[in-house]
């Protein structure tokens, strides 16, 4: 996963296609060692209505385990192979393809093969490698009768150069010849698409003070219209890939077709990663998987629906890195769901579909305008932080952070409810209001988030400044 600000972009996905909508698939990414039997996970895909799924290599038991499932699946050829696959007599490709691919399908329903993964921030250099890779699996393919699978390689948004406004989008300079070209090139001549790993939540957590929570959510109520072109965004998540689209246009690769092949939202973080809860999680793939699956394409290719896995199925506790990284999942490694959200049509449009978590607070959906807050935010402690940070973050905000919290005293007029997460939500607004809502006020060690909506916590108000 690459990093990128405002001026980049990134993204995911989970699978269940629908009339006049898009798809949602899902990452099954296994970096841990307490996740399920992949039978297992099988049954868990079928029982969820997933029916697209990608993985981050060709493991032998996933891919037994997925034969005769109806699932359809993207297999991976990892960074590390690519010098060998791209050698010239082709014999590592073939021997690869013979064994990580020819002899599961068409039992296992292999539509995909991404080669490689974000391959331009690989810090082993391995660019060069990447289209002669690409070509000798393709013909790889060719030779076994199964060219229908299709050929391509995940790029992260920091291949643009520029993406704001959208319609400025370009790729950096030094990528366009020797690489972007040739790739969009093959693609092109194989009728296959562009995979694009698109996160919104790094733009908004490196730049909150300059992107509205809501805006990187699917709530804004304003729309932002891009100068260039006079078309407006209502989210972030579109601007992002229509900032890709008018950088294969300024390259003359308009009609190649994109699949996000990954993006999501952590629901814990570190401190300084600035929106990551459980609560934003929710709202985000939920409003996400609604976009998808009920709407058309973005402002500038309207007529092409969205195709987006999401990442990922469980948290995986062995991934290096910020905290953020153990924790994309869906599902724990015990299947019980991370939060809850719908994921195909039929949840969709089953009765309460539009609450995107379990928390006291009301997660705004898509479209949905605060109705007497606009402009103003609210902090509040999440229902899923540990009951110890919860309290650890009350007893600083009362304390040395300087909040007001005599109106959560015995007696006062916000006492009641009496819980802690009642209480540490109104001594976290207090402290965030007193910081005039900067940046990073709202987070206590990952146990609060921010709200456009007034917090509702019986009788109480909470304030908006002091």
Sequence with gaps: MAILFFAFLFLLSFSTP????????????????????????????????????KLFDADSTVLTALANSDITVVVALPNELLSS???????????????????????????????????????????????????????????????????????????????????AGVFKPELIEPVMKPLLEF????????????????????????????????????????????????????????????????IQ???????????????????????ASAENAAAYNGNLVKRVLTGAGTPLRPNQSLNVYLFALFNENQKTGPTSEKNYGLFYPSKEKVYNIPLTMAALNAPGSTSVNGSKVQVTSVG???????????CVASSEAEEEKLQAGLDYACGEGGAD???????????????????ASYAFNSYYQK??????????????????????????EFPTGY
């Design 187 to 250: 693609l092109r001549k194989t009728s296959s698409f562009l995979m694009v790993n698109a996160y919104p939540f790094f733009a908004y957590s490196a730049n909150s003070g300059d992107i509205s929570l809501d805006y990187a959510l699917f709530r804004a109520a304003n729309a932002n219209v891009d100068p260039g072109t006079g078309l407006s965004y209502s989210n972030l998540f579109e601007a992002q890939l229509d900032a890709v689209f008018a950088a294969m246009k300024n």
């Design 368 to 378: 949905e305008a605060p109705s007497a807050a606009v402009g103003q935010t609210w």
């Design 85 to 167: 696959a791209a050698a010239a007599d082709g014999s590592f490709s073939e021997k690869w393809v013979q064994t990580n691919i020819a002899q599961y399908y068409p039992a296992t329903q292999i539509e995909a093969i991404a080669v490689g993964n974000e391959v331009f921030v690989d810090p082993n250099n391995t660019t060069d490698f990447l289209v002669p890779a690409m070509k000798n699996v393709y013909n790889s393919l060719v030779k076994h009768n199964i060219s229908s699978i299709k050929v391509s390689s995940p790029v992260a948004l920091s291949s643009l150069n520029n993406s704001y406004p959208p319609s």
């Design 405 to 423: 919290c005599r109106p959560i005293q015995e007696s006062a007029t916000c006492y009641n409810p009496n819980t802690l997460v009642a209480h």
């Design 18 to 53: 629908s009339e006049g909508g898009g798809s949602i698939g899902v990452n099954y990414g296994r970096i841990a060692d307490n996740l399920p039997q992949p039978a297992q996970v099988v049954e868990l895909l079928k029982a969820q209505g997933i029916k697209k799924v």
């Design 253 to 275: 690769y308009d009609d190649v077709p994109v699949v996000v092949s990954e993006t999501g939202w952590p629901s814990k973080g570190d401190e300084n990663e600035i929106g």
């Design 435 to 460: 910081k005039a809502r900067g940046p990073g006020t709202c987070n206590f060690g990952g146990a609060a988030y921010v709200v456009t909506q007034p917090p509702r916590f019986g009788n109480c």
